[in-house]
């Protein structure tokens, strides 16, 4: 079955700005227990398109119980970034690599409260896909629609606590949608493709 309409002109449109950025290459992020390549994946249901997250387990070593897209450390047999994107996506939610059609990498970042620098990539994946959350990394795994992610009555603030509920809190923009807060690093991976698209 063909894509709708939209999706498909929102998923070209993404392609045309992706194929812009350059993939930043291995070695940057190879080697260092603080840096990590994600994918992050789309499909469409209904005609509009869908992005998921993961939530972190609270068993993990960093960013426990927080909202994020399936990813994690470049191992020596990756050979790109890309590839490290995709094995722990199939690791972590087994979404097949070869299922994904991948649209390119987006800007290399860092997270604000550990310093973690991230390679994302954008693909798109079969509605079908069978989403299976690792029990011993992923509590939960969700999709939102486009729609609510532009949706400004679903933004806040969040509270954050960087050593639990004796510190001080600093506040971060967020979205709030379905019981789960999307901020720091992944919300303006979100916020990225957002742009690309209404541009």
């Known amino acids: 079955m063909s894509a709708a309409p939209q999706f498909a002109a929102d998923v070209e449109r993404l392609r045309r700005h992706l194929a812009k ?11 260092n227990r603080k840096a990590a390549a994600v994918l992050v ?4 249901r209904a005609g509009e398109l869908h992005v998921v997250y993961i939530r972190r387990s609270d068993l993990v070593e960093s960013h426990r119980g ?3 897209f399936p990813g994690g450390r470049v191992d020596p047999g990756d050979a790109t970034l890309l590839d490290a994107a995709l094995r722990e996506a ?11 059609d991948i649209l390119g990498a987006l800007p290399v970042a ?16 079969p509605e079908s896909t069978a989403m299976r959350p690792n029990p011993g990394e992923i509590a939960d795994v969700f999709d939102v629609p486009l ?18 509920a004796n510190s001080s809190a600093s506040k971060y923009p967020a979205i ?15 916020l990225n493709l957002l742009e690309m698209l209404h541009a």
């Open 66 to 68: 927080q909202v994020a």
């Open 41 to 44: 994946p789309i499909f469409e």
């Open 147 to 164: 729609s609510a992610l532009r949706d400004l009555r679903y933004r806040g603030d969040y509270e954050w606590r960087r050593d639990g």
């Open 176 to 190: 709030f949608y379905g019981g789960q807060t999307i901020w720091g690093l992944t919300l303006r991976i979100t």
């Open 90 to 100: 199939e690791e972590e939610v087994a979404i097949v690599p070869s299922s994904v």
């Open 110 to 125: 860092s997270t604000y409260t550990s310093g973690i620098l991230v390679a994302p990539f954008a693909g798109v994946i």
């Open 21 to 31: 950025i350059e993939t930043a290459p291995r070695e940057r992020l190879a080697n």
